[in-house]
């Protein structure tokens, strides 16, 4: 198992281009979602799905926008990119309801805007 | 709503010392609790969790944290510290109810291992 994917590693933007940053699982797991990681604050959620077809906000959600067509791909598009946004974005999956269930990590996307 | 604070954002000690990073919890119901680790440039690996089985956890590469209800606390602690320990450890809370697939994570506490 490749586990949880994300694409690309590295990237930067000028302000108000966008793009969409990739994640895939292969665990058949029906939880997903995204965080972003600042210096001090911790990990903040943005979006997250709980199976495909579904999606909810989390705590930090403007400026981003997501969609679960497949179990295994779970996309975050920047609309607009904004100097707010340069962060370390993570992909995270689980099984999904339950009270152990572990959350996978990716390896993150670190993201620039100019 | 469920919460948990993490004391100290740097935690520094020497190699062989104790590790003690901190963690208190807010939760209005019994708590599910969690310590990851991230490793530099790497993302989060679980450490540890706390499912009620049992008030003392261990978890990998010899840590261990002990869930006090009466402290509202999971504190982690290793016995001797290792170079390798260093990296940022962060304590997370499930929430409950119709959500208990969410974490809330502490803000990080950061452990340097000095040779």
């Known amino acids: 198992n490749a586990g949880v994917t994300q694409t690309p590693k590295f990237q930067v933007l000028k302000t108000g281009q966008s793009m969409t940053l990739q994640c895939a699982q292969d665990?058949?797991?029906?939880?997903m979602s995204w965080y972003r990681q600042d210096p001090g604050m911790g990990l903040r959620l943005i979006h997250y799905?709980?199976?495909?077809?579904?999606?909810d906000q989390g705590e930090v959600p403007n400026g981003y926008n997501v969609s679960r067509s497949t179990t295994e791909d779970f996309p975050l598009r920047l609309l607009s990119a904004a100097p707010s946004q340069t962060s370390v974005y993570f992909c995270?999956?689980?099984?999904?309801?339950?009270?152990?269930?572990?959350?996978?990590f990716g390896p993150g996307t670190r993201l620039t805007v100019l | 709503a469920q919460s948990v604070t993490q004391l100290g954002s740097h935690v520094s000690v020497s190699e062989g010392a104790l590790v003690l990073l901190r963690c208190n919890y807010s939760?209005?119901?019994?708590?599910?609790l969690f310590w990851y680790v991230q490793y530099p440039n790497q993302g989060l690996q679980l450490l540890l969790k706390?499912?009620?089985?049992?008030?003392l956890v261990k978890g990998i590469n010899g840590f261990e944290a002990e869930f006090k209800k009466s402290e509202t606390s999971f504190h982690l602690t290793k016995p001797s510290a290792h170079m390798s320990d260093a990296a940022e450890y962060f304590c997370?809370?499930?929430?409950?109810?119709?959500?208990?697939?969410?974490?809330?994570f502490g803000k990080g506490t950061l452990l340097t291992v000095n040779p």
């Open positions: 799905s709980v199976g495909a077809g579904i999606t």
């Open positions: 706390y499912t009620s089985a049992a008030t």
């Open positions: 997370a809370v499930r929430h409950s109810g119709g959500s208990n697939y969410k974490l809330t």
């Open positions: 665990m058949n797991h029906e939880y």
């Open positions: 939760s209005s119901v019994p708590p599910y």
């Open positions: 995270a999956s689980s099984y999904g309801r339950g009270s152990y269930n572990e959350q996978f």
